[in-house]
Structure formats: structure tokens, C-alpha cells
């Protein structure tokens, strides 16, 4: 996917938005409150600024159709997070996160059309350029083991 979350700086339409996700920008977040970041798995400023520009950009933003989201990508991040580092069932997400429903709706819509992959690669295409490494790797190692049974 070549474009990117939002490739130019936007205005806010509220005063003090908590983060620069287009939910706060464009006033959709607006009934859901903030959450406090608490959890070790919540991402940092340094790594929410690193993962945004990585976003896909939303079919509302470039007029195909569909509905501004109504949450904020960085509260659903971190919940997906949240989920994986604790290895907890959806049902069990705590309640200052957003609903579970709608956290799922947004890993389910995402893993489906293949966002989940290409995000992934993106990330680790950035960690390899910063190591001063080719973006793809050129070579794999596959390495197999030998199991002995009983005869």
C-alpha cells in the first residue's frame, strides 16, 4: 500500500486534541474519553510517533465511501497490545480501553484485508534501514532439528 496515514500536517478542530490520530483531528473521538496510559504494554509518545505515519490511510479520507473512525488508532493499538503481551481473551479487556467488540471489529477488519502483514513488514523494514540494512532481506536461514524416538 503506498499511501500513508496522513501525508501532511492537518489542524485540529479541537483545542487540545490528546493525540495526533485522525479521530482527534477531525473532532470524531470527541465522545470517548482519553484514557490514562498505565500499562507497560500502552506505546510510548517516541513509538506512537515512529507507527503513525505507517497507518493505511481510511477510504473516508480519500473518498471512497465509509465512516470517520470514532475511535482513537492509538487507544485500539494499544489494546491490541495490551491483549498480546498479557495473552488475555477478547472479553476480558479492561474497561478503560474502548469496547472489545470494537477493538476486535478494527484487528478483524484489518487482518483481513492484509493490513496486519504489511504493517509488520513496514516496521521491520524501518528497523533494518535504521541499522543501515537493505529494507528487504536478500537471504533465509532454515534450520532443522533431529528428533530421536524410541524404536
Not at 496522513?6 to 486534541?17: D, I, K, R, Y
Not at 495473552?87 to 487482518?111: K, L, N, Q, T
Request: a neutral charge.
Amino acid at each position: 500500500m503506498s499511501l500513508l496515514y496522513a501525508s501532511e500536517p492537518v489542524q485540529f478542530n479541537s483545542a487540545a486534541p490528546s493525540c495526533d490520530c485522525l479521530a482527534h483531528v477531525y473532532g470524531n473521538a470527541a465522545d470517548h474519553p482519553d484514557r490514562e496510559r498505565r500499562y507497560p504494554s500502552d506505546m510510548s509518545d517516541a513509538e506512537w510517533a515512529a507507527v503513525r505515519p505507517l497507518l493505511p490511510v481510511p477510504a473516508w479520507l480519500q473518498g471512497r465511501g465509509g465512516q470517520p473512525e470514532g475511535y482513537c488508532h492509538r487507544q485500539l493499538l494499544d489494546a491490541i497490545r495490551y491483549l498480546v503481551a498479557g495473552g488475555i481473551s477478547w472479553r476480558a479487556m479492561p474497561v478503560d480501553f474502548p469496547d472489545w467488540g470494537r477493538v476486535y471489529a478494527f484487528f478483524r477488519r484489518w487482518r483481513e484485508h492484509g493490513l496486519i502483514a504489511e504493517f509488520h513488514d513496514r516496521l521491520r523494514g524501518r528497523v533494518r534501514e535504521r541499522e543501515g540494512r537493505e529494507a528487504e532481506p536478500t537471504a533465509g536461514i532454515i534450520d532443522a532439528q533431529s528428533v530421536k524416538t524410541a524404536a
